[in-house]
């Protein structure tokens, strides 16, 4: 069964700023006030992002100094070490730096550190190197915010350092020449949030009098680090993104140009995700699991030849990463589902001697989408081990090592990503003690969230709207592509598409309006997408450009199929199941099995051929002032026509809605409407007998045939759509097998061991959401009972205000097939019947 995130929807809201924007769609403009764009001014400059309204660096603490500085070491030939961080936005700005002091005539060369040998930021080690080359000023760039002790060793060292960097600061600054970091509590700079490369590039700017054309030439560089580095992409991220993609899409690099032609991407418009996923893991792999140094030749070279050889390195290097990640990952899950209690631990903790440190990061990304809380990870090596974790949503998982700071030798990060190093001797208390922390802060519902910028009507849904979208791009982390939600969608026609028929087309239609939808990865549903009456969609709305073809197109993010619940169908619906519940399965079975399919060749109905909305069709008839009487075999569908005609008063006077037809219930209705999947015995003296939906079985239907009144006019006006309700109707009886099973499973959980214990309904129903998304039905459960019974997994159980009472076998009972329950042959046997009436439904 599909699973399905808890959505978060903001709601919609009227605002004032339509009038001064009346070409903008004012969904565009509610958009842009949840990202913090409100002002006429803030607006412009987001949908029209230009390189002119970059700050000027200089109002950056420490900008001046660290430019006389660095100057002063050109002008007098001073040997110049750029020291480098290992990953994308590390080495990005390692070559942004070493572009511009060669271009100022600097003698400059690079350090970055092994992640392996010396971890992250300055180490002695490296600062004896570097002074043994005779360097006498250091430049950091995308580290040094947390090197006190190593600045003071160069500088007894005799060397000058200057540390650009973006990682939070700590209580304590470094005591280098200038500290440039925007984040520094007494720094005035009116943009916080640049990645390390955002930080450079301003420097670099700096060093150049303002040369514009020193931006110009540097943006693919800073795009490249920026959207790798997952930094907020608004205000100069934004512009950075922005035009630095498009300088991307031409790049004279000659180590890009080898990139992209290798992905075969050379002539496709790049964006933010084509960056995320295909090139920044490559110049992530050589820093994680070889040398960096690799990914800086490769973006400084000027050899076409040799672009490509380190290209196809990186390419090598990739694949080696990959494999070892998923080893990691298979590890990890397996250490997780078996050490720890997923129901009380807020923070997964995992550490082992054989994982790879520079992999770790990754894993312990997909960790948390896959159990949807914090991650870190620790791979052990001697008595040391280097953790690398990853967050969610509400949880500053920088803040939270801070707060435990004095268990570990080493830590930064942000509020969703840190690394930290940490004695193995630590990692257990380490484990409670951050646990402790998330309890205060997480609570124990662990379902994932989607946030929904809004739902949309129908109307909403243009190709105008698409295409206004389009203006917000880049999309990345701050500035998320926005997702919305639409309600009552029925599926028009489906079918899956791709490698495996992995992916789903689908034609969805509300009113009369068609509309297309794309489905990733969701064409294991088709069946179950199929049968659903109505379906909930959450989706990017996206231009389709295909073949000559320019449509809006819903690209889905998530599905929910509802049970719509209002106060009339609550009602229905426990006058449905309360009356049919007790005999539904064996009046289905027994009428089902009445003999062959009957001979209707011979019966005249009246078609939908105008093609009416079913509800409008009924209502036709009611006002000709016939006698008519409306068949409907689902509580869903009842609610649907009475939801119709609730305000139409002079129809609702002459109308009686009946669970079961008898002269003392119907006397002085002209119009009768009977809820009822069973009852075949219709004598009623009508004028027009509608079958308004599809009954349970072609047996049914011809039984009803066979006695309905000679001189009815007999109407079908029901669709295969509409044997979707009757499989709902199936499930809220008896769910699928595989949710038969978690149930099975909870209760043995539940259970402890003990041969006879008590649930509360309520809270049992609660825990089964935590592990499935369908919403037990109370005679679901029942019946789920009774099947255990007949299995022999139970000897019996009763059900008294809200509790369950079960006992179970003594000793282990023997394993038996779902097949040895009665109940479930015979729910198995009606799914069969009402398929094949389903297959039929052509000819009706």
Partial sequence: MMKSAEWKISPRETLHEVMNFPDLNPVILQLLRKRGVESREQIERFLDPRIEFMYNPMLMKDMEKAVDRIKSAVKKSEKITVYGDYDVDGITSTCIMMKTLKKMGGNVDYYIPSRLDEGYGLNRDSIEKIHGRGTTLIITVDNGISSFEEVDYAKSLGMDVIITDHHEPQDLIPQAVAVVNPKQNNCHYPFKNLAGVGVTLKLAHALTNLDQQTLEDNLELAALGTIADIVPLLDENRIIAKYGLKHLEKTDNKGLKAMKSLLNISDMQLDTTKVSFLLAPRLNAVGRISSAEIAVELLLTGDETRAFELAQTLESINQERQAIESKILTQAREMIEKDLDLDEDRVIVASSQEWHPGVIGIVASKLVEIYNRPCILIAMEGEEGKGSGRSIPGFNIFEALSQVSHLLTRYGGHEQAAGLAISVNNIEIFREEINKIAGNTLNRKYTPELNIDMEL??????????????????????????????????????????????????????????????????????????????????????????????????????????????????????????????????????????????????????????????????????????????????????????????????????????????????????NIILINPVDIGCKKNADDIVFYDAPFSAQILGLRLKNMSAGSTIHAIFKKADFRFNHMVCQKMLPEIEDIRTIHGLLNRLSSGKLRFVINISDFKAQLRRYTDFDLHYMGLINVLKVFQEMGVMMDFKIKQGFIQIDKQSGQPQKTSLETSNTYREFVFIKKKLKEFEQLQGGI
Wanted: overall charge neutral; hydrophobic content about 35%; proline content about 5%.
């Fill in 457 to 670: 009507k129908e109307e909403d849904i243009t190709l105008d709207l698409a295409g206004q979208l389009e203006l917000l791009e880049p999309f990345g982390y701050g500035n998320p592509k926005p997702v919305f939600m639409c309600k009552n969608f029925c599926v028009n026609h489906i079918r899956t598409v791709g490698n495996e028929d992995r992916h789903l087309k689908l034609s969805l239609k509300k009113k009369q309006k068609q509309i297309a939808a794309i489905g990733f990865n969701f064409g294991l549903y088709k069946e179950e997408l199929n049968m659903a009456p109505v379906l909930d969609i959450a989706f990017y709305l996206e231009v389709n450009r295909w073949q000559g073809i320019t449509e809006p197109q819903l690209k889905i993010k998530d599905i929910k199929i509802p049970y719509l619940q209002d106060e009339l169908l609550i009602k229905i619906e426990e006058g449905y199941y309360r009356r049919f519940f007790s005999n539904f399965k064996n009046e289905m079975v027994r009428l089902a099995s009445s003999g062959p399919l009957p001979d209707t060749s011979s019966t005249e109905f009246i078609k939908n051929e105008d093609n009416l909305e079913k509800n409008e069709y009924v209502k036709k008839l009611f006002l000709k002032g016939r006698r008519v009487l409306v068949i409907i075999n689902t509580p869903y569908q009842a609610w649907q026509l009475l939801e119709y005609l609730k305000d139409m008063e002079d129809i609702k006077n002459d109308t009686g809605v009946f669970f079961s037809l008898n002269p003392d219930t119907e006397r002085g209705k002209k």
